[in-house]
């Protein structure tokens, strides 16, 4: 049986197929549908992890008790699992590990172009990268076989385009793995000092033998061409733009394991054609390691190591002539990303933006707050950063930035890492104030439950976190609920808690307007007699609300009646 499949969707079918039984992940663009999917397949338990750290973690145990166990996260993910990702490499596995890791070249939904591909050879894992559908389901049942057979976490390679492209994937049945009996091996498994240094040797060992393996697997095929003038070597979603701009007339050398590389097939490729490529986004990793070899090619000084590449930067590179279906008489509008109408982080923001409160921001739609027209963040930086950050920027300013500067949170985020940051906050007395922004979600990719929520993965009841019984119990005795459509209340708190000398926290709890359980309230609309055409409701930045003939008008199909807009107009315009 064949099925048209998404990237995601297709490696959640190969954890079926392969006889996977855990996946644990924390939800993160372009890798989240990874984890929904599988979580379709009864037979592989399914959760979402506080963070990918902990993901990584469960993922070891299950494979610790000889079960095949996965996780998946985006490439800024890789580096909250780092630490165990790299003490991992030394202890190795009992069943199989597969760690699914999602870069996003452009920056679609990411705060920077991590290359991944850094981490296998830092940790000195095998990597895995497919081009399409089909090899990422492939790929998968590969990687719990290599796992297994060379005693390692593998780490398997998506971008932004294979992951959210479909194809056609062959579907077949599941492999079930019976769990073996446990045994006890504190000396592989203990990662102190002495047990420690007589495992590096067989790391690096264990390398030689996966560069050896990576020589003859299938997973690295040399594509003859009709003309052996041009080869390319290339990986991943690059190989499908090689393809498609010059289809059999060059020789390829399509890299399945990015990790180690192939040396020897490398030098025989190169020599059976006269001029060498290197296709790859992001950084040269590929490049690099074929000069180090003593092999000339030609890579980032004709591509960029910024962005995504496609058809067209190739054909472009290569001084290709376009043709006439990829042209563009104009160019395509950028459509930057708004809160939507109802967001409830907008009246908080408004509010922050107005007493013009220096705002340290944190990673969730909300980061959308720094927009035009509220501008209302100084910064973002990583998950969690903004509670630790503020602490920090405290501590160095003094009073005078404790009177005028908060920072903002979401729940699920808050759950991720920022827990840790006031925890550091209530230990070192700082007088500073944390808005978390609970919106009942994760928000920011696709609505995943949340340990804030009260449920699983498959939205089962589970046990609720409550941030205000934990805020006390670390040691924050300020502690305040309030509704983000109350522009009155949310000034009132935040300059109230400004204005004490300890620690405090403002939970702005209103549910995501797109949760189906949240029912809009009747669109509001203006009337224009009323209207003197201020603009005050443009203030809030909200996508319903336009003015046309110099008079504010709201659009009936956006607005969801929050009538955060009604506490701005003074001149009681806008009705319902």
Same mark, same amino acid.
């Given at each position: 049986?064949?099925?048209?499949?998404?990237?995601?969707?297709?490696?959640?079918?190969?954890?079926?197929?392969?006889?996977?039984?855990?996946?644990?992940?924390?939800?993160?663009?372009?890798?989240?549908?990874?984890?929904?999917?599988?979580?379709?397949?009864?037979?592989?338990?399914?959760?979402?992890?506080?963070?990918?750290?902990?993901?990584?973690?469960?993922?070891?145990?299950?494979?610790?008790?000889?079960?095949?166990?996965?996780?998946?996260?985006?490439?800024?993910?890789?580096?909250?699992?780092?630490?165990?990702?790299?003490?991992?490499?030394?202890?190795?596995?009992?069943?199989?590990?597969?760690?699914?890791?999602?870069?996003?070249?452009?920056?679609?939904?990411?705060?920077?172009?991590?290359?991944?591909?850094?981490?296998?050879?830092?940790?000195?894992?095998?990597?895995?990268?497919?081009?399409?559908?089909?090899?990422?389901?492939?790929?998968?049942?590969?990687?719990?076989?290599?796992?297994?057979?060379?005693?390692?976490?593998?780490?398997?390679?998506?971008?932004?385009?294979?992951?959210?492209?479909?194809?056609?994937?062959?579907?077949?049945?599941?492999?079930?793995?019976?769990?073996?009996?446990?045994?006890?091996?504190?000396?592989?498994?203990?990662?102190?000092?002495?047990?420690?240094?007589?495992?590096?040797?067989?790391?690096?060992?264990?390398?030689?033998?996966?560069?050896?393996?990576?020589?003859?697997?299938?997973?690295?095929?040399?594509?003859?061409?009709?003309?052996?003038?041009?080869?390319?070597?290339?990986?991943?979603?690059?190989?499908?733009?090689?393809?498609?701009?010059?289809?059999?007339?060059?020789?390829?050398?399509?890299?399945?394991?990015?990790?180690?590389?192939?040396?020897?097939?490398?030098?025989?490729?190169?020599?059976?054609?006269?001029?060498?490529?290197?296709?790859?986004?992001?950084? +040269?990793?590929? &490049?690099?390691?074929? $000069?180090?070899?003593? *092999?000339?090619?030609?890579?980032?000084? %004709?591509? #960029?190591?910024?962005?995504?590449?496609?058809?067209?930067?190739?054909?472009?590179?290569?001084?290709?002539?376009?043709?006439?279906?990829?042209?563009?008489?104009?160019?395509?509008?950028?459509?930057?990303?708004?809160?939507?109408?109802?967001?409830?982080?907008?009246?908080?923001?408004?509010?922050?933006?107005?007493?013009?409160?220096?705002?340290?921001?944190?990673?969730?739609?909300?980061?959308?707050?720094?927009?035009?027209?509220?501008?209302?963040?100084?910064?973002?930086?990583?998950?969690?950063?903004?509670?630790?950050?503020?602490?920090?920027?405290?501590?160095? +300013?003094?009073? &005078?930035?404790?009177? $005028?500067?908060?920072? *903002?949170?979401?729940?699920?985020?808050? %759950?991720? #890492?920022?827990?840790?940051?006031?925890?550091?906050?209530?230990?070192?007395?700082?007088?500073?104030?944390?808005?978390?922004?609970?919106?009942?979600?994760?928000?920011?990719?696709?609505?995943?439950?949340?340990?804030?929520?009260?449920?699983?993965?498959?939205?089962?009841?589970?046990?609720?976190?409550?941030?205000?019984?934990?805020?006390?119990?670390?040691?924050?005795?300020?502690?305040?609920?309030?509704?983000?459509?109350?522009?009155?209340?949310?000034?009132?708190?935040?300059?109230?808690?400004?204005?004490?000398?300890?620690?405090?926290?403002?939970?702005?709890?209103?549910?995501?307007?797109?949760?189906?359980?949240?029912?809009?309230?009747?669109?509001?609309?203006?009337?224009?007699?009323?209207?003197?055409?201020?603009?005050?409701?443009?203030?809030?930045?909200?996508?319903?609300?336009?003015?046309?003939?110099?008079?504010?008008?709201?659009?009936?199909?956006?607005?969801?009646?929050?009538?955060?807009?009604?506490?701005?107009?003074?001149?009681?315009?806008?009705?319902?």
């Amino acid at each position: 049986m064949k099925k048209l499949m998404l990237g995601n969707e297709a490696i959640a079918r190969g954890l079926y197929e392969a006889g996977a039984k855990l996946v644990s992940s924390y939800p993160g663009t372009p890798s989240t549908e990874i984890t929904e999917f599988a979580a379709k397949y009864d037979e592989i338990y399914c959760e979402w992890a506080p963070n990918e750290k902990v993901a990584t973690e469960t993922a070891f145990g299950a494979s610790l008790r000889g079960a095949r166990s996965a996780c998946a996260m985006k490439h800024v993910g890789l580096n909250v699992a780092a630490d165990p990702l790299f003490t991992l490499s030394y202890t190795g596995v009992t069943g199989g590990m597969v760690i699914f890791v999602a870069d996003d070249p452009a920056m679609h939904s990411s705060q920077n172009e991590q290359d991944s591909r850094h981490y296998a050879v830092a940790a000195k894992v095998p990597m895995l990268e497919p081009s399409d559908s089909a090899e990422a389901k492939a790929f998968v049942k590969e990687a719990f076989d290599i796992s297994e057979k060379f005693d390692t976490p593998v780490l398997f390679r998506m971008c932004t385009r294979i992951a959210h492209s479909q194809s056609i994937v062959e579907l077949g049945e599941r492999k079930e793995t019976e769990l073996p009996e446990y045994e006890k091996n504190p000396q592989k498994y203990i990662m102190a000092p002495a047990n420690a240094v007589r495992r590096h040797p067989f790391v690096e060992e264990r390398t030689k033998k996966l560069a050896e393996f990576a020589e003859t697997s299938p997973l690295n095929r040399v594509e003859k061409g009709t003309d052996s003038k041009i080869g390319i070597i290339c990986a991943g979603t690059c190989y499908q733009y090689v393809k498609e701009v010059f289809g059999d007339s060059v020789c390829v050398l399509k890299l399945g394991i990015v990790n180690p590389l192939p040396e020897k097939l490398i030098k025989d490729f190169a020599e059976s054609v006269e001029k060498l490529y290197v296709i790859e986004e992001l950084d +040269g990793v590929i &490049e690099t390691f074929v $000069k180090n070899i003593g *092999v000339d090619c030609v890579g980032k000084e %004709m591509f #960029s190591p910024l962005g995504e590449y496609d058809q067209t930067t190739i054909r472009k590179a290569f001084g290709l002539t376009l043709p006439e279906s990829v042209r563009l008489d104009a160019p395509v509008p950028v459509r930057p990303p708004v809160m939507c109408a109802g967001c409830p982080h907008r009246g908080m923001f408004y509010v922050l933006a107005k007493n013009k409160i220096t705002v340290l921001g944190d990673i969730g739609c909300y980061t959308l707050g720094s927009a035009a027209p509220l501008f209302a963040l100084d910064s973002t930086l990583c998950m969690g950063a903004s509670v630790s950050g503020l602490h920090g920027f405290n501590k160095a +300013g003094g009073a &005078e930035s404790e009177s $005028k500067t908060v920072c *903002v949170i979401g729940d699920s985020t808050f %759950m991720h #890492s920022g827990m840790t940051g006031l925890v550091n906050i209530a230990y070192n007395a700082s007088n500073s104030t944390v808005i978390i922004l609970d919106n009942s979600i994760t928000g920011m990719t696709g609505h995943q439950q949340n340990p804030t929520t009260g449920y699983n993965i498959k939205n089962e009841p589970a046990t609720a976190v409550n941030i205000e019984e934990f805020v006390h119990s670390i040691g924050i005795k300020r502690v305040r609920v309030v509704d983000p459509y109350d522009l009155k209340q949310c000034e009132e708190a935040v300059k109230e808690e400004l204005a004490v000398n300890e620690p405090s926290v403002i939970i702005s709890r209103r549910p995501c307007m797109l949760l189906k359980y949240v029912k809009p309230k009747p669109a509001l609309k203006v009337n224009s007699e009323k209207c003197i055409g201020c603009k005050m409701c443009m203030k809030l930045g909200c996508p319903a609300i336009s003015v046309k003939d110099k008079k504010a008008v709201i659009d009936a199909t956006q607005c969801v009646g929050c009538a955060v807009c009604t506490q701005l107009c003074a001149k009681g315009a806008i009705e319902v």
